[in-house]
Nanobody
Framework: QVQLVESGGGLVQAGGSLRLSCAAS????????MGWFRQASGKEREFVAA????????YYADSVKGRFTISRDNAKNTVYLQMNSLKPEETAVYYC??????????????????WGQGTQVTVSS
């Protein structure tokens, strides 16, 4: 079993930045691809970013490319999402997830096996 706990969410003005963290426990996630997803109220969960087990490959939704950066520190069993130039429409609950069957990463939520409880990000206009 893997437990994932997100932190770092909060209220930020449009154009501001936040850094989300996802701390894993229970088992090391060093060998797993990790992803970030978000879900706004009344909308479906959507892919934000993913990273391979080594950190050598990263993937982003087109809407966040150039503004968000996913990274990981396997020694700390933690994955990060640096979010810059945030927009009000990016207000959502942000979730991290672990994919135990894929080393490279995926944009598909069904690929992921473990999920955190989420952290709220609110971007004010």
């Amino acid at each position: 079993q893997v437990q994932l706990v997100e932190s770092g969410g909060g209220l930020v003005q449009a154009g501001g930045s936040l850094r989300l963290s996802c701390a894993a426990s229970g088992r090391t996630v060093s060998w797993y691809a990790m992803g970030w997803f978000r879900q706004a109220s009344g909308k479906e969960r959507e892919f934000v970013a993913a990273i391979s087990w080594s950190g050598g490959r990263t993937y982003y939704a087109d809407s966040v490319k150039g503004r968000f950066t996913i990274s990981r520190d396997n020694a700390k069993n933690t994955v990060y999402l640096q979010m810059n130039s945030l927009k009000p429409e990016e207000t959502a609950v942000y979730y991290c997830a672990a994919d135990v069957d894929d080393y490279s990463g995926s944009a598909y939520a069904y690929s992921y096996d473990y999920w955190g409880q989420g952290t709220q990000v609110t971007v004010s206009s």
